[in-house]
T-cell receptor, first 114, second 112 residues
Framework: AQSVTQLGSHVSVSEGALVLLRCNYS??????LFWYVQYPNQGLQLLLK??????LVKGINGFEAEFKKSETSFHLTKPSAHMSDAAEYFC????????????FGTGTKLQVIP | EAQVTQNPRYLITVTGKKLTVTCSQN?????MSWYRQDPGLGLRQIYY???????DKGDVPEGYKVSRKEKRNFPLILESPSPNQTSLYFC???????????FGDGTRLSIL
């Protein structure tokens, strides 16, 4: 079965500091990978996606993620955190058991400290 | 405006009383899916649909039913709800199964 692991259910950073949210997946074949963001009382919004093109993927709001096959990782980064980045972030994978099955990680809540 | 619309947004009901959560998308998407979100567990896929009359189970289908009679609608049916189905539910759609999904705003179900 495909799986996704997000290390750290809560991450705190200072405003202006680097944001690093970790995501590892289980697969022997390149999957499709996604990062979504959820603001309070809202649905999920796509931040970025990896679909076997460039390994460094740029998304919205200054976020980017790098696909590393050797480490089976797809960590999300942003050079400088903003207060508006406070939200919950989910990594998701599909393509291992067929693209119609999507597996989400357990999520990481990002707190930005002024 | 492109959107996925879920109704109701909030519902408190009792064990065993059948309920339906509706989901409608206006983007002509082929793929639709239902998820439940629980603290510490993230989102788990309940059912998905590749197109009209084509549905299949996700990871946690027990106690749920779905139907896809029209491309735009994908209702989630709880025939005999139980307290362990108290959760936040999301409907999502995408043009094809491998593409990013658009999510509704969620339905918070409480089953007493």
């Amino acid at each position: 079965a495909q799986s996704v692991t997000q290390l750290g259910s809560h991450v705190s950073v200072s405003e202006g500091a680097l944001v690093l949210l970790r995501c590892n997946y289980s697969s022997s074949v390149p999957p499709y990978l996604f990062w979504y963001v959820q603001y309070p009382n809202q649905g999920l919004q796509l931040l970025l996606k990896y679909t076997s093109a460039a390994t460094l993927v740029k998304g919205i709001n200054g976020f980017e993620a790098e696909f590393k096959k050797s480490e089976t990782s797809f960590h999300l980064t942003k050079p400088s955190a903003h207060m508006s980045d406070a939200a919950e972030y989910f990594c998701a994978v599909s393509g291992i058991q067929g693209y119609q099955k999507v597996t989400f990680g357990t999520g990481t809540k990002l707190q930005v400290i002024p | 405006e492109a959107q996925v619309t879920q109704n109701p947004r909030y519902l408190i009901t009792v064990t065993g009383k059948k309920l339906t959560v509706t989901c409608s998308q206006n983007m002509n998407h082929e793929y639709m899916s239902w998820y439940r979100q629980d603290p510490g567990l993230g989102l788990r896929q309940i059912y998905y649909s590749m197109n009209v009359e084509v549905t299949d189970k996700g990871d946690v289908p027990e106690g749920y039913k779905v139907s896809r009679k029209e491309k735009r609608n994908f209702p989630l049916i709880l025939e005999s709800p139980s307290p362990n189905q108290t959760s936040l539910y999301f409907c999502a759609s995408s043009p094809k199964d491998y593409q990013p999904q658009h999510f509704g705003d969620g339905t918070r179900l409480s089953i007493l």
